[in-house]
C-alpha cells in the first residue's frame, strides 16, 4: 500500500509570496495533521484535520491555513511568506482522532526555501 | 514553561553496544509518550509507544522505559548495527481531550560504528 504522499518536494519562493503545499494521506486514513520543521530542530504542529473539520491549532499565525477535501486529502496554505517559514512541511495521516495511541504515519515532507 | 529535551549532541557507539538517549520533559502532564527515527531528508517513523501507567514496553531490540516521577524517558538499543544510525525524536501527547497533538523534541543523532 502506498504510504503518505506529499508534493512537492522542493519549493524555492520569495518573501512575500504565497505556497500551497499537498498531502494524501494512507487509504482509509481520515485524519491528516501538518508539523513544520527547522533545521536542527524537532517538529512543530500546525493543524490537525479530521473529516474535514478543523480539530486541532498549533501557535502558527493566521498566514497559515489549511482544508481537507472529500476524499481526506488536505492541503496547507502559507500566505506571506518570510525568510523563517523556510522548513521541512511534514504531514502526518492516522486512522482516527484522539486518544493519543493512534499511530501517525508520516510522509517524507515538502522542503520549502524563502529566499 | 513547558521544555522537552533531548541530548543535543550526537551520540557516538560502537557496533553491538548499547545506546541510550534520553527525553526529559517540565511543566508537562503527558498521556503517552512516543518514540520515532528520523533519517536525514525523510519523515519521522514510529518506533514505540509508552502510556503514562507503564514502566517499560519492548520491541525487538528496543526498549523505553518512562518514570513520571523523574518526568523522564529512556531509549534503549540494544546490540546496535550502522543501520540503526539515525536521529531519534521522542514526542509527548498531552492530555488535548481529542486530537493527536504530539509535541516533540529536537532529536539525539546516534552515529553507530562498525
Known amino acids: 500500500d502506498a504510504g503518505v504522499t506529499q508534493s512537492p518536494t522542493h519549493l524555492i519562493k520569495t518573501r512575500g509570496q504565497h505556497v500551497t503545499l499537498r498531502c494524501s494521506p494512507i487509504?482509509?486514513?481520515?485524519?491528516v495533521s501538518w508539523y513544520q520543521q527547522v533545521l536542527g530542530q524537532g517538529p512543530q504542529f500546525i493543524f490537525q484535520y479530521y473529516e474535514k473539520e478543523e480539530r486541532g491549532r498549533g501557535n502558527f499565525p493566521d498566514r497559515f491555513s489549511a482544508r481537507q477535501f472529500p476524499n481526506y486529502s488536505s492541503e496547507l496554505n502559507v500566505n506571506a511568506l518570510l525568510l523563517g517559514d523556510s522548513a521541512l512541511y511534514l504531514c502526518?495521516?492516522?486512522?482516527?482522532?484522539?486518544?493519543?495511541?493512534?499511530?501517525?504515519?508520516f510522509g517524507p515532507g515538502t522542503r520549502l526555501t524563502v529566499l | 514553561s513547558q521544555k522537552i529535551e533531548q541530548n543535543s549532541e550526537a551520540l557516538n557507539i560502537q557496533e553491538g553496544k548499547t545506546a541510550t538517549l534520553t527525553c526529559n520533559y517540565t511543566?508537562?502532564?503527558?498521556?503517552?509518550l512516543q518514540w520515532y527515527r528520523q533519517d536525514p531528508g525523510r519523515g519521522p517513523v514510529f518506533l514505540l509507544l509508552?502510556?503514562?501507567?507503564?514502566k517499560e514496553k519492548r520491541k525487538e531490540r528496543l526498549k523505553v522505559t518512562f518514570d513520571t516521577t523523574l518526568k523522564q524517558s529512556l531509549f534503549h538499543i540494544t546490540a546496535s548495527q550502522p543501520a540503526d544510525s539515525a536521529t531519534y525524536l521522542c514526542?509527548?501527547?498531552?492530555?488535548?481531550?481529542?486530537?493527536?497533538?504530539?509535541?516533540f523534541g529536537a532529536g539525539t543523532r546516534l552515529a553507530v560504528h562498525p
Open positions: 514526542a509527548l501527547v498531552p492530555f488535548s481531550g481529542g486530537y493527536n497533538k504530539l509535541i
Open positions: 511543566n508537562y502532564s503527558p498521556a503517552y
Open positions: 502526518a495521516s492516522s486512522l482516527v482522532t484522539g486518544g493519543g495511541t493512534d499511530t501517525q504515519y
Open positions: 509508552i502510556r503514562e501507567n507503564e
Open positions: 487509504s482509509g486514513h481520515k485524519s
